[in-house]
């Protein structure tokens, strides 16, 4: 592990006035590095670790992020941990940070006053150490990505090169991170319900709605099973015409009982049904969200 803080402290700067096609540190960054971090995560099946020393050339400021596949699949976009290298490589920052590019794209010139109000609204929902954490990262770098990671920095903490970790340091603060990561992920308000669930229920009930908010998943579970609910059969087109095409929502079947906190396995076939928007509502008032047939013998006699 502390090979991962160590090699590029020693080595980038060296490295990066060479050729960066075929570059072994920069393959490190890639796989090697990633793959280190991946040993201390219990949920390989939820998380991914992904590294970069730039594309097509060498970036400033090289990093390698946790991401939750949740919340996101990409770093250009969401939030999630990420060890982020000075451009001097005089240090190193474990900053749980946002996604810049997608938050670029969207907002231009306002961009960086965007990263820094969202920054602090993450910071409001978790409970951490001022003492032990930074509000404010400096990479020493000009580059548009660095003065973005710099806005977006929700908490982090810093390693200068004189005083780097050693290998249980470092697993026991990505682990730290990572529980704030997760409760963060908890806390997001943008997944609320309106169910009256307190405690390891209600982390339950969010994590399945944020598998089932998850766009990758449900764009996947749409192609596989259709547009036609499965419950009462509607389908949109045959109703609205054109604007009905495609339109259709994934609902998780697995029983929120049955989900464990930060991790999950699904099976696009067997574990999603595809509903409309009015049965994907009732099916949740149910006490059990997988029944289908209750919610088809509702409707047969109603």
Not at 7 to 18: G, M, Q, R, V
Not at 38 to 50: H, T
Not at 174 to 196: C, P, V, W
Not at 246 to 268: M, Q, R, T, W, Y
Request: net charge neutral; proline share 3%; hydrophobic share 35%.
């Amino acid at each position: 592990m502390e090979n991962i803080l160590n090699e590029p402290i020693k080595n980038y700067l060296t490295e990066k006035s060479k050729s960066f096609g075929g570059n072994e540190l920069a393959a490190k960054f890639r796989k090697d590095f990633p793959s280190e971090i991946e040993k201390i995560i219990v949920d390989k099946n939820r998380f991914k670790v992904v590294g970069s020393p730039g594309k097509g050339n060498w970036t400033e400021c090289p990093w390698i992020a946790i991401l939750d596949v949740l919340i996101t699949d990409s770093p250009q976009k969401g939030y999630y941990p990420v060890l982020i290298y000075k451009s001097d490589m005089s240090g190193i920052y474990l900053s749980l940070n946002q996604g810049v590019t997608d938050v670029i794209e969207n907002y231009k010139k306002e961009a960086i006053s965007v990263l820094k109000l969202r920054a602090e609204d993450f910071r409001a929902k978790i409970d951490f150490d001022s003492k032990n954490y930074l509000i404010d990262i400096d990479l020493n770098s000009t580059t548009r990505n660095a003065k973005h990671y710099q806005a977006g920095n929700i908490i982090a903490k810093y390693y200068p090169k004189e005083n780097l970790p050693n290998s249980i340091q470092l697993r026991n603060d990505l682990t730290e991170i990572l529980e704030f990561y997760e409760n963060l992920t908890y806390s997001d308000n943008s997944f609320s319900d309106d169910l009256s669930t307190i405690g390891f229920e209600r982390k339950q009930v969010r994590l399945h709605r944020r598998i089932e908010r998850n766009t990758s998943l449900s764009k996947k579970v749409k192609k596989l099973k259709g547009y036609r609910c499965e419950v009462c059969e509607i389908k949109f087109t045959e109703i609205y015409g054109d604007i009905g095409k495609d339109f259709i929502e994934a609902h998780h079947l697995n029983p929120i009982s049955e989900l464990g906190i930060g991790s999950f396995k699904v099976d696009l076939k067997n574990d999603f049904a595809v509903l409309c928007s009015n049965c994907h509502s009732m099916i949740h008032k149910l006490d059990d969200p997988s029944d289908l047939i209750k919610l088809k013998q509702i409707i047969k006699n109603t």
